[in-house]
């Protein structure tokens, strides 16, 4: 299923699109990455490559 991540430090998760609502965040007002791990990883197998 697709959920919705902020690629920041914040690490949030939406089931919905939207953008980073945490304020101390570095992603703050950015939008949230489609993503569609079955696994709670969020891409990081991708970002470690």
Same mark, same amino acid.
């Given at each position: 299923?697709?959920?919705?991540? &902020?690629?920041?430090?914040?690490?949030?998760? #939406?089931?919905?699109?939207?953008? &980073?609502?945490? =304020?101390? &965040? #570095?992603?703050?007002?950015?939008?949230? =990455?489609?993503?569609? &791990? !079955?696994?709670?990883?969020?891409? !990081? !197998?991708?970002? =470690? =490559?």
């Amino acid at each position: 299923m697709t959920h919705y991540v &902020c690629l920041g430090e914040c690490g949030g998760v #939406s089931e919905h699109p939207g953008i &980073c609502t945490a =304020e101390p &965040c #570095s992603h703050h007002g950015k939008p949230l =990455e489609p993503c569609e &791990c !079955q696994d709670a990883e969020h891409k !990081q !197998q991708e970002d =470690e =490559e």
